[in-house]
Nanobody
Framework: ELQLVESGGGSVQAGGSLRLSCGVS????????MEWWRQAPGKGPKEREG??????????LYASSVKGRFTVSQDNAKNILYLQMNDLKPEDSATYHC???????????????WGKGTAVTISS
């Protein structure tokens, strides 16, 4: 079982940057695909958008909505997942969740563990 705890959310103006972190603890965390999802205000958990994923070999994949602006990375020694977010837009406002999946499908149903999330608000 894994425990995921996000941090780094906050409020910034459009065009600004934030870096989110996700502390990962538990058994064999390195075998999981680690993912970032976001849930926009007023939407339910099943409407979360998968925005970035990184597998155990370092391969990454991004949603088109964030590609070129967001970068996912991980520090395997410290078991921390990061999401660097640049050129933020008001539509990026959401609660950002860290997730882990044993099988890398990058789908909502494929997630095995969720963090509780950290809120990001972008003002215009």
């Amino acid at each position: 079982e894994l425990q995921l705890v996000e941090s780094g959310g906050g409020s910034v103006q459009a065009g600004g940057s934030l870096r989110l972190s996700c502390g990962v603890s538990g058994e064999a965390p390195s075998i999981y695909c680690m993912e970032w999802w976001r849930q926009a205000p007023g939407k339910g958990p099943k409407e979360r958008e998968g925005i970035a994923t990184i597998d155990s070999t370092g391969n990454t994949l991004y949603a088109s909505s964030v590609k070129g602006r967001f970068t996912v990375s991980q520090d395997n020694a410290k078991n921390i997942l990061y999401l660097q977010m640049n050129d933020l837009k008001p539509e990026d406002s959401a609660t950002y969740h860290c997730a882990a999946a044993l099988i890398c499908t990058f789908t909502y149903s494929g997630v095995d563990y969720w963090g509780k999330g950290t809120a990001v608000t972008i003002s215009s």
